[in-house]
């Protein structure tokens, strides 16, 4: 158990919803990112946040969006929703203090259909 | 963006040592190198990190030579569990950058 939890473990929608992720850091971790994972495909960085602020943006779709709270926790928006975005939606949280390697979430696996 | 290049797959057997090999050619001087392993349909989990020389951890270890340009991580005496996803990435301190996992490696461990 990494301590990042995410919600839902599950979410089935139709095209063009629009759904939401959340995810809860470790305790102390100020960083939360997060990826997104097809089917057989590599880990896509999507975004970075840090205490609340954006740090870094991958390859995030303008449909997509995300926001850390003051509670440290992260939602990640997606709207439009097409059936590529069918995916694993990770997240993962660090600490800069502590070497920065990054704890990830159970995931949330999305299915558009 | 120090991009990361690895091999696709790699077969090994049970108690055998796997040496898996990343290329990191334009890391940049503040960058970590970090490994992760992923199981089908969970989250990466983190294996070991380090900057330069050796780094040994309870369950591998990682060499790095002088001119940082690539690393190898080390497993050994793999067991079938060790069957997974390796990921090299290399990351600026401080929480910044634009963070390029790639594909990793996808190590089977036979009988």
């Known amino acids: 158990d990494s301590g990042v939890t995410q919600t839902p473990k599950h979410l089935i929608t139709a095209t063009g919803q629009r759904v939401t992720l959340r995810c809860s850091p470790r305790s102390g971790d100020l960083s939360v990112y997060w990826y997104q994972q097809s089917l057989d495909q590599g880990l896509q960085f999507l975004i970075q946040y840090y205490n609340g602020e954006e740090r870094a943006k991958g390859n995030i779709l303008e449909r997509f969006s995300a926001q850390q709270f003051p509670d440290l926790h992260s939602e990640l928006n997606l709207s439009s929703l097409e059936l590529g975005d069918s995916a694993l939606y990770f997240c993962?949280?660090?600490?800069?203090?502590?070497?920065?390697?990054?704890?990830f979430g159970p995931g949330t696996r999305l299915t558009v259909t | 963006l120090a991009k990361t290049t690895q091999p696709i797959s790699m077969d090994s057997y049970e108690g055998q040592e796997v040496n898996i090999t990343c290329s990191h050619n334009?890391?940049?001087?503040?960058?970590?190198i970090t490994w992760y392993q992923q199981f089908p349909s969970q989250g990466p989990r983190f294996i070991i990190q380090?900057?330069?020389t050796k780094v040994t951890n309870e369950v591998a270890s990682l060499f790095i030579p002088a001119d940082r340009k690539s690393s190898t991580l080390s497993l050994p005496r793999v067991s079938l569990s060790d069957t997974a996803v390796y990921y090299c990435l290399v990351e600026g301190g401080g929480s910044q950058g634009n963070l390029i996992f790639g594909k990793g490696t996808k190590l089977s461990v036979k009988p």
């Open positions: 993962a949280s660090s600490d800069p203090g502590t070497g920065d390697e990054q704890y």
């Open positions: 334009n890391i940049a001087t503040n960058d970590y």
């Open positions: 380090g900057y330069k």
